[in-house]
């Protein structure tokens, strides 16, 4: 009996989204770009509202990293 069904399909890259809140200055550039990983509250703190965003918001999130006036946002695998 074949007991050994393919799963490594579903091992897809992930990107785990961490920002640097020392260096964070709140200035709303990454929600601007990518608004479903990042939102700045009404308190005027940013907030990551998808630290593991899936693969059709890479682009925005790279795009957002690429933006942030204090190079707060890191992208990790
Ligand atoms: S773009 Fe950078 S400094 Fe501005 S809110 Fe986002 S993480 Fe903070």
Do not use: W
């Not at 700045?40 to 006036?69: F, S, W």
Request: net charge negative; aromatic share 6%.
């Amino acid at each position: 009996m074949p007991a050994s069904a393919e799963l490594s399909s579903f091992t897809e890259d992930v990107v785990k989204v961490t920002v640097n809140f020392d260096l964070c200055a709140s200035t709303g550039a990454c929600a601007q770009v990518a608004p479903e990983v990042f939102e700045v509250r009404n308190d005027g703190y940013l907030h990551i509202r998808k630290e593991q965003p899936g693969p059709e918001l890479y682009d925005e999130v790279q795009q957002a990293a690429d933006l942030c006036p204090t190079g707060a946002i890191t992208l990790e695998d």
